[in-house]
């Protein structure tokens, strides 16, 4: 069974540029997480989508944001860049519907802002 | 708002060495907890989980946790570690919907073992 696939694995952008982030979920799984690993903060959830709707996000400003396609692989997008969004970007899903089961992780997409 | 806490930033063990990584969490409702395993180079994959029923939980490559609800504490611990086991370890919590936190697990710091051969 092949497992969460992010791409790219490295992004190298400059500030105030945008960046977008693709996840292909675990086949059968229709709940996509986001979570960003920043040096030193740890993992933090960002964005939620099951069924193609946004069903919960995290406190990050509004220029991170996403979407869910119709095969249920997602897309995150992260405008106007700052120096502190270079992290890595994790991406997991999961078939629990209620958003309370284990999650299913990808190798990520390693950001760099200069 | 929740928060998962882990003692140990950084653990050295010798081989064979008997392991156990604290992990308190903040939340006083039900939880659903977990740990995830992050080897040199790879993934984050989930070593074992806690869901209700028998506390004492095993999971893979020998690894097992303990919940104690009235502790808020869901410990991780191995009888004898091997070289192989030089990992991060990171413990996390799922605590439903409370405070609006449907779908966000919620994670420690995380605490990296080294292994001496």
């Known amino acids: 069974e092949a497992g969460v696939t992010q791409s790219p694995t490295h992004l190298i952008k400059t500030r105030g540029q945008q960046a977008t982030l693709r996840c292909s979920p675990i086949s059968g799984h229709t709940s996509v997480y986001w979570y960003q690993q920043a040096l030193g903060l740890g993992l933090q959830f960002l964005l939620w989508y099951d069924e193609g709707e946004e069903r919960n996000r995290g406190n990050f400003p509004p220029r991170f944001s996403g979407r869910q396609f119709p095969n249920y692989s997602s897309e995150l997008n992260v405008n106007a860049l700052e120096l502190e969004d270079s992290a890595l970007y994790l991406c997991?899903?999961?078939?629990?519907?209620?958003?309370?089961?284990?999650?299913?992780f990808g190798p990520g997409t390693r950001l760099t802002v200069l | 708002a929740q928060s998962v806490s882990q003692h140990n930033h950084h653990v050295i063990l010798s081989e064979a060495a008997s392991l156990e990584l604290g992990c308190n969490y903040s939340y006083g409702g039900t939880v659903n907890l977990f740990w995830y395993v992050q080897y040199p180079g790879q993934h984050l994959q989930l070593l074992l989980k806690y869901f209700s029923g028998d506390p004492l939980v095993k999971g893979i490559k020998g690894f097992e946790a303990e919940f104690i609800k009235s502790k808020f504490s869901f410990n991780l611990r191995k009888p004898s570690v091997q070289w192989s086991d030089t990992a991060e370890y990171f413990c996390?919590?799922?605590?439903?919907?409370?405070?609006?936190?449907?779908?966000?697990?919620?994670f420690g710091k995380g605490t990296k073992l080294s292994v001496k051969p």
């Open positions: 996390a919590v799922n605590g439903g919907n409370y405070g609006g936190s449907q779908g966000n697990l919620i």
């Open positions: 997991a899903s999961s078939l629990d519907l209620a958003g309370t089961g284990e999650q299913f």
